[in-house]
């Protein structure tokens, strides 16, 4: 059998094969509210033969999205549409997740396809937070330094997501620790020029992601699997970097993380990024063989040979297809006539196997 269509069990979760759709934001909703673009888009990804759909950031608070159309799981009423989605997911015999998430100094902004701008108040936008009062591009405005009260309501907001969540149908928690969203404007030097207990030290700066894992875990099943996505670097001089990533993924591993998610950069706007086919995979390959958590690789995974490469060399758990995933639905289904595997398809779609 090939390692990309091998199972993998995590707690009390069965993963049919190592292929997952990766957290996507579709800018799409409503006050928070998901609709049927939602429960298409991640749908049909559960019939294109993935075996874990991780919903895309999905705010824990309003002031937490990164625009006014983000996903949210911060009201009771958000969970009746995303039970509808769960369920087909389960239906197609693939797991739904979620990832949790709080944009802090990088909310607030116009979709995509309006320009990324910030927007302000009375363009719809509101006042965001960050652990310190420092923009992320020059002409934003500024974010408010959390206090005390606000931290404590971040950390609250993500143990009642995370209820909700469970009580959607969710059977994986992602815990959103990158791309210069605020948990990760914590960990980054950077970012934090706090003079607090978060801020400062290692120890200090991984605080308040260790203190959202602690109370997550308090409300969250221990038979279901909680993973944690990083970025392994800010990809600037001084900033957040790969020796830290290994230590703190060992530290999460301790504390009953059960996957860390390897991604990298968005902390800044002016970082260098070296794109290329696979340009993320050592860090879960350094972070898995340094710590012994399972990690999942992500980015520019294009193919299905190098899929199962990646896999095959030890470098990672779980396949993470995001863009490729968008040209190409059931990407699965092909890898698995590409790679001689027997699959089972749905049975509308079985005419069309070869």
């Known amino acids: 059998m090939s390692k990309l269509f091998s199972p993998l069990i995590i707690k009390d979760i069965a993963f049919k094969n190592r292929i997952v759709i990766s957290p996507m934001c579709q800018y799409s909703a409503v006050d928070g509210f998901a609709n049927n673009w939602h429960l298409v888009h991640l749908g049909s990804r559960a019939v294109g ?41 389960h239906q197609q015999g693939a797991v739904a997740g979620i990832q949790l998430a709080h944009a802090g100094r990088k909310a607030s902004c116009a979709i995509p396809w309006n320009g990324s701008k910030q927007l302000n108040e009375k363009e719809g936008g509101w006042k965001t937070v960050a652990p310190s009062a420092i923009a992320f ?7 408010q330094a959390l206090d005390g009260d606000g931290i404590r309501k971040v950390i609250s907001d993500f143990k009642m997501a995370a209820i909700r969540s469970l009580q959607a149908g969710y059977k994986v928690v992602e815990l959103h620790a990158a791309h210069g969203y605020l948990m990760h404007q914590f960990l980054s030097p950077l970012s934090n020029h706090r003079t607090d207990n ?19 875990q308090s409300v969250w ?27 703190l993924s060992s530290i999460l591993k301790t504390d009953g993380v059960d996957l860390i998610d390897c991604s990298s950069g968005g902390l800044v706007p002016h970082a260098k990024i070296p794109l290329g086919p696979g340009y ?13 958590i399972l990690t999942s690789a992500v980015g520019l995974i294009t193919e299905v040979e190098q899929a199962e490469h990646i896999l095959k060399k030890g470098a990672a758990d779980l396949i993470l297809l995001a863009r490729q995933s968008l040209r190409e639905p059931y990407f699965a ?11 089972t398809w749905p ?5 069309a196997k070869m």
């Open 49 to 89: 033969g993935a075996a874990l759909i991780i919903q895309e950031a999905t705010a824990v608070s309003a002031e937490g999205r990164i625009t006014p159309s983000d996903l949210g799981i911060f009201k009771d009423e958000h969970v009746e549409k995303l039970q509808n989605i769960t369920q087909f997911i």
């Open 137 to 143: 591009n020059p002409e934003d405005n500024a974010p």
């Open 198 to 216: 978060y801020g400062g030290s290692f120890e200090n700066r991984i605080r308040l992601l260790l203190e959202i894992v602690k109370e997550v």
């Open 221 to 247: 099943p221990q038979k279901l699997p909680l993973f944690v996505r990083i970025s392994a670097t800010d990809w600037v001089e001084g900033g957040w970097n790969i020796d830290e990533s290994v230590k």
């Open 280 to 292: 993320q995979v050592p860090f879960a390959e350094r972070i898995k063989k340094e710590t012994g």
């Open 333 to 343: 289904l092909k890898a698995a006539t590409q790679l001689g595997e027997d699959i």
């Open 347 to 351: 049975v509308q779609y079985v005419r």
